[in-house]
């Protein structure tokens, strides 16, 4: 066995600083896997006690009869490490560190946790500043907090991994009472060794759990969590997960419209999305998504039929539905006729979604009739099942018909309490059909089931192309010129262009370049031109000196200086304007594409890749980019306009990921906005330009 295999299910447990008393925090490690049943050696270790209820205690480590599998150190902050040495030496797998007072706290903080680090050598840590672990699976509770207080656990097919101790408790005492099955608890808090990635590799190999769910506050190996992931999504196990932090209110100012649109959250739904990775958009989603996968069944559509025997609550859950695209059509002609014969003479209206079943609730051989009927049809790919008041007389009648269907189907089947019945709803998830107390958590659920089936990990990254030869590079922030300069030599097409200083160069240029050209200012510290008055289109030779003396003046008044050089371009006409970015911080690069031009941001119609770990990115994710866009009809042909150059597009995406990739840590920000598309066969052109060098 591994470490985190002895440490989930070890057959022997040191707890350092037992307490004799169990209703204190140092007396429950003890108390808690006796009381559960844990079938392996337990060693209390206190210097000051002889017995520990009926267990020998010892007065140190050194003592204890054999090398136990994991220790649970109760230690304070200024004491934990001492222990983790003394368990390190005599080869013990893993400790659980609950003291609190490492980094969290400041400097001194993180002098006691680069300590324990030290003191463990190679034994694994859990923590510090960690309320442990459960596995729920065998139940074995290695912790010490009051939250796990409870005679029984809620088993089931669910692992857990949170970087919040409390958290964990929130969410095992939500479960219990939901009805919704756990098979592990896993606190990993401040990191210092074991972390998010370790906990979801070994989950994605455990036969006991089939979904996954995190709480994360900040992933700190990237890619460590992004191989881990799509491991667990080749193992066919569903990751959801809850990112706080999501407020944008500290995002650093950037020199590129790509700094100020693609923040931190940005990034890790970008990471999410690579990896498979479900994102909860609510707390009460990471319990829900997760309820709904670990039926294992695959949504194949957006057909959802709604059986109902209250019209409003019915309602309710066809908006949402409409609203997160689901569509709700009405009975084919089949199942109509096969659900009006099981209502003979009654006033039910069968042909429209809802489907509305009087009197349901209250007889199970009508109930499972329109179960089936909705099931076998193939209208639907889903079936949301109202619970209203009426079935609440009877709550097992109605469940146990709803769970006589299951094995009818594999279409997903989704419940809707709609009165506040929390034990109906418990009732209805353990016999197999997932119930929520909102309509929107039935979509948030079918929602997550529909990505989990269209997802498909990435089997082998893209081949690194050869490295490009590049010239000297400047350090600071590049003014057009050089921008486009860096971008050519990476195979990305420029309109062509003329550096001038005076009106006559100006003039000169623009008759060499012929039709009519733009005006800019060029300069490192002006990047927005237009909004200085730094940019001048659809001139002819004939205008430019008087349009060049007048940017001059208007530049001198909004900006304070006097720009002295100039870029005259051939204007580029007929093309859809996106914007092509990228975007770097902890979580790794990104490669952004939008809708371009001066409203990139009002809009911020984008989406972004994260680069492999090595090389840019492959042709099928440029594509898939461009086609996630809601711009993407503009460049599909929407309305009789021509088809654009997608081809060129994805050669320029790719380039300007290779340019990324190559340069890495140097190459602090690059921009192209706006990248005119052209129609097919014309190709692209680079019409500005933003580069920033350390």
């Not at 969410?171 to 606190?187: D, H, M, N, P």
């Not at 460590?224 to 992931?229: I, M, T």
């Not at 709700?328 to 109509?336: H, L, R, S």
């Amino acid at each position: 066995m591994d470490a985190i295999s002895r440490l989930l299910q070890p057959r022997s447990v040191a707890v350092i600083g037992a307490s004799a008393d169990p209703t204190k925090t140092a007396g429950r490690p003890v108390a808690y896997l006796q009381k559960h049943g844990f079938a392996g050696a337990i060693y209390p270790v206190n210097p000051k006690a002889d017995r520990i209820g009926d267990l020998p205690c010892y007065p140190d480590v050194a003592s204890l009869p054999e090398v136990p599998d994991v220790a649970i150190v109760l230690l304070g902050a200024e004491r934990a490490h001492l222990a983790v040495r003394d368990l390190a030496a005599r080869g013990c797998a893993a400790a659980i560190v609950l003291a609190s007072g490492y980094t969290e706290t400041g400097e001194e903080g993180a002098r006691r946790q680069k300590q324990l680090v030290e003191a463990a050598g190679s034994m694994r840590i859990l923590g510090p500043n960690t309320i442990g672990l459960v596995n729920l699976t065998d139940a074995i509770v290695l912790s010490a907090t009051g939250a796990l207080e409870m005679d029984e656990f809620p088993t089931g097919s669910i692992g857990v991994v949170s970087q919040s101790g409390g958290i964990l408790g929130s969410l095992l005492s939500r479960a219990a009472a939901r009805g919704v099955g756990l098979s592990k608890l896993i606190s990993t808090s401040n990191e210092v060794d074991l972390e998010l990635a370790d906990f979801i590799d070994h989950l994605a190999d455990d036969p006991a759990t089939q979904v996954i769910a995190l709480y994360i506050e900040t992933v700190r190996n990237p890619e460590k969590f992004r191989a881990a992931c799509l491991k667990a999504a080749r193992a066919g196990k569903p990751v959801v997960a809850f990112k706080i932090g999501r407020s944008e209110a500290g995002a650093q100012a950037a020199v590129s419209h790509t700094g100020a649109m693609a923040g931190a959250d940005r990034m890790y739904d970008a990471l999410f999305k690579q990896v498979g990775v479900i994102r909860a958009r609510s707390f009460a989603d990471l319990l829900d998504v997760p309820a709904a996968l670990s039926t294992g069944r695959k949504l194949r559509g957006r057909r959802v039929a709604i059986l109902t025997s209250t019209g409003g609550a019915g309602t309710l859950v066809s908006d949402d539905l409409g609203v997160a695209g689901f569509d709700t059509p009405a009975p084919d002609a089949a199942t109509a006729q096969a659900l009006r014969d099981l209502q003979t003479g009654s006033e039910a209206v069968l042909d429209r979604n809802p489907i509305d079943v009087t009197l349901a609730g209250l007889r199970p051989d009508l109930l499972r009739g329109a179960i089936n009927a909705l099931l076998a049809s193939p209208s639907y790919d889903a079936l949301v099942i109202i619970v209203g008041s009426s079935s609440l007389a009877m709550p097992e009648l109605m469940a146990s018909a709803i769970r006589d269907c299951l094995p009818n189907s594999d279409k997903p089947i989704l419940a809707y309490v709609s009165p506040h019945a929390p034990e109906v709803g418990a009732l209805l998830t353990r016999n197999g059909v997932p119930a929520f107390a909102a309509a929107e958590s039935c979509t948030a659920a079918l929602d997550g089931m529909l990505k989990v089936g269209a997802f498909k990990p990435e089997m082998a990254p893209a081949k690194a192309g050869a490295p490009i030869e590049v010239g000297h590079l400047p350090s600071g922030s590049l003014d057009e010129a050089q921008a486009k300069t860096l971008f050519r030599q990476f195979g990305i097409p420029c309109a062509a262009e003329l550096v001038v200083t005076s009106a006559a160069e100006a003039e000169a240029a623009a008759r060499e370049l012929g039709g009519k050209t733009v005006l800019k200012i060029l300069s490192s510290h002006i990047t927005h031109k237009s909004d200085v008055g730094g940019v001048a289109v659809g001139l002819v030779p004939e205008t430019m000196a008087e349009r060049l003396g007048q940017m001059v003046t208007d530049v001198k008044a909004k900006a304070g200086v006097t720009p002295e050089r100039f870029l005259v371009q051939s204007m580029v006409n007929g093309g859809v304007e996106l914007i092509l970015g990228m975007h770097r911080d902890s979580l790794g690069t990104a490669v952004m594409l939008g809708m371009g031009g001066v409203t990139a941001e009002l809009f911020k119609d984008t989406t972004m890749r994260l680069l492999p770990a090595q090389g840019g990115l492959s042709r099928d994710d440029a594509l898939s980019m461009a086609q996630e866009l809601k711009t993407w009809p503009l460049l599909d042909g929407f309305r009789g306009r021509p088809k654009a150059d997608v081809e060129a597009l994805v050669n320029t995406i790719v380039a300007f990921s290779n340019m990324a990739a190559q340069l890495g840590e140097r190459l602090l920000e690059a921009e192209i906005n706006p990248v005119f598309v052209l129609p097919r066969g014309q190709g692209v052109r680079a019409a500005d330009g933003v580069a920033v060098l350390a």
